[in-house]
């Protein structure tokens, strides 16, 4: 059965589930009762796998104190590296062009810091708009630390419609002062995949390197960093990839760039062979690894073991397949079932160019939001009218999807989102 054959029924979605080739994997994941997940775009879900490989790590913690780094199932000192290995798979990339560090703002500052190397007229940074805040800060104020006024180096790309992004329009931006591109892989709020090999090799015919924000498409879409030439990307590992909330993010480096010194050397780039040599002057690895800053933080790294197994065995072409059905029956169910009330699905229509949401818009969405959680559906909210519903392959049914809708529908019709104040929590 396929999504194509829809019908709008319980029925329907039910048989859509019992064909699903992924479904045993919802057993792997903790599931509350009575309540609707759609928000493992924001904060994935805790598995039960990388709950063993937490318990594994203060285990060894308990069991061998300082001894860990080298001791135990998953030695310390190797993680970072061991963890890039396993997320190579996701990114399309040699195992040695990704390590898993730091935070996602964190990696991004280290990137501009070491690949950013404004010369004469060759000074801009091309970025867009509709890029996630935390990204625009740390372009604006590495500019800054670079003595360039943001508001006359920073190119931001115009967005057409306020939703998506025209690969035509950043090429066009792609000029001859144009230093580093910094794009997202997937706008957070539309959900619109862009065509990252198109922007790679246009950025390279200008002689400009360009690196990829890879929040919101790491473990739900695949990518082939290394084939498209991409220069660098990172990402963090809390969303679709189940890390836990505040987890170590990732980064890739292209193996071309390999040797180009960090921009912020740190102890733990260094090379293995020498970093406890203790000596002042830096000998960096001679991998994606010389940019690692401080030690890991081995207790936020410990979940990802567990969670990578499973995006192992699950296949990240058969999560990309299951993700776009999700994605396709939750749109067809919107337009069955909730015509007349003022909804408007805000994301790429087109398989290729979207990602693992839907993009819901509605002038009342952050209250329609409080009125989902009431009712055991959990969203999100992006201001400023931008419900968001992801769906995720590993743990949620074609049935939860049809629920979500139907709830959606009695909220409309009995007006349930008019005791809310039209204003976003704290954290939204």
Known sequence: ????????????????????????????????????YMDGNSLGLLSKRAERTLLDTIEAWKEFGID???????????????????????????????????????????????????????????????????????????????GHDPDAHLICVRSRDGRFIEEDDIIEAMTDDVALVILPTVLYRSGQVLDMKRLTAEAHKRNILIGF?????????????????????YWCNYKYLNGGPGAVGGLYVNRKH?????????????????????????????TAAAYQIGTPHVLSLAPLI???????????????????????????????????LDFVVGNPQEDSRRGGHVSLEHDEAARICKALKENGVVPDFRAPNIIRLAPVALYNTFEEVWKVVQVLKVIMSEKQYEKFANERDIVA
């Open 1 to 36: 059965m396929n999504v194509e054959d829809f019908v709008p029924t319980l029925d329907f979605a039910r048989k859509l589930d019992n064909e699903d080739a992924l479904s045993g994997f919802r057993d792997e994941f903790f599931i509350k009762p009575d309540s609707i």
């Open 68 to 146: 860990g780094w080298t001791k135990g199932k998953q030695p310390w000192f190797f993680l970072s590296e061991k963890l890039g290995e396993m997320t190579a798979p996701l990114i399309g990339a040699a195992r040695d062009e990704i390590i898993a560090c730091s935070s996602t703002t964190t990696n991004l500052h280290q990137l501009i810091a070491t690949f950013y190397k404004p010369t004469g007229s060759r000074t801009k940074i091309l970025a867009d708009e509709l890029n996630f805040p935390s990204d625009i800060y740390a372009l604006k104020s590495q500019l800054q630390l670079h």
């Open 213 to 233: 924000d890879a929040c919101h498409s790491i473990g739900a879409i695949p990518h082939s960093f290394s084939e498209w030439d991409v220069d660098f990307a």
């Open 258 to 286: 390999f040797g180009v010194s960090p921009g912020l050397a740190g102890w733990f780039g260094s090379n293995k062979e020498k970093q406890f040599d203790l000596e002042h002057t830096f000998t960096p690895a001679e």
């Open 306 to 340: 567990g969670s990578l197994e499973i995006f192992a065995e699950a296949g990240i072409e058969n999560i990309r397949l299951k993700s776009l059905q999700f994605t396709r029956y939750l749109m067809k169910l919107i337009e069955h079932e909730l015509t007349d």
